[in-house]
Nanobody
Framework: HVQLVESGGGSVQVGGSLRLSCVVS????????MGWFRQGPGQERERVAT???????NYAEFVAGRFTISRDIAKNTLDLQMNNLRSDDTAVYYC????????????????????WGQGTQVTVS
């Protein structure tokens, strides 16, 4: 049974930083595409960053070099370092695991994911 548990959310001022972490149990994260997504109030869930099994990363355009996705395969964790946060980064952030490993579909969006965490709130003001 695969479980994903996020932590690290909170409130931060514009220009600040946060580091989100996702602990995965029941599977090995290195076997699958993993990603971070977010959903703002009244908005659809959108992809923030994804990493394939082979380590290839991809970021949404709005990230613009501010965020970094990383894996610690030994600890089975997926992190998202967020710097220079803006008010429009306010959202619930979700960790997710894909049905794919190295398919280009890994970077396609929420439909490529089949396991989700419960989410962690990030508020930037």
């Amino acid at each position: 049974h695969v479980q994903l548990v996020e932590s690290g959310g909170g409130s931060v001022q514009v220009g600040g930083s946060l580091r989100l972490s996702c602990v995965v149990s029941g599977d090995t994260i290195g076997r699958y595409c993993m990603g971070w997504f977010r959903q703002g109030p009244g908005q659809e869930r959108e992809r923030v960053a994804t990493v394939k099994s082979d380590g290839e990363t991809n970021y949404a355009e709005f990230v613009a070099g501010r965020f970094t996705i990383s894996r610690d395969i030994a600890k089975n964790t997926l992190d998202l370092q967020m710097n220079n946060l803006r008010s429009d980064d306010t959202a619930v952030y979700y960790c997710a695991r894909s049905i794919y490993a190295n398919s280009p579909k890994c970077h396609s969006g929420a439909r490529a994911m089949n396991f989700w965490g419960q989410g962690t709130q990030v508020t930037v003001s």
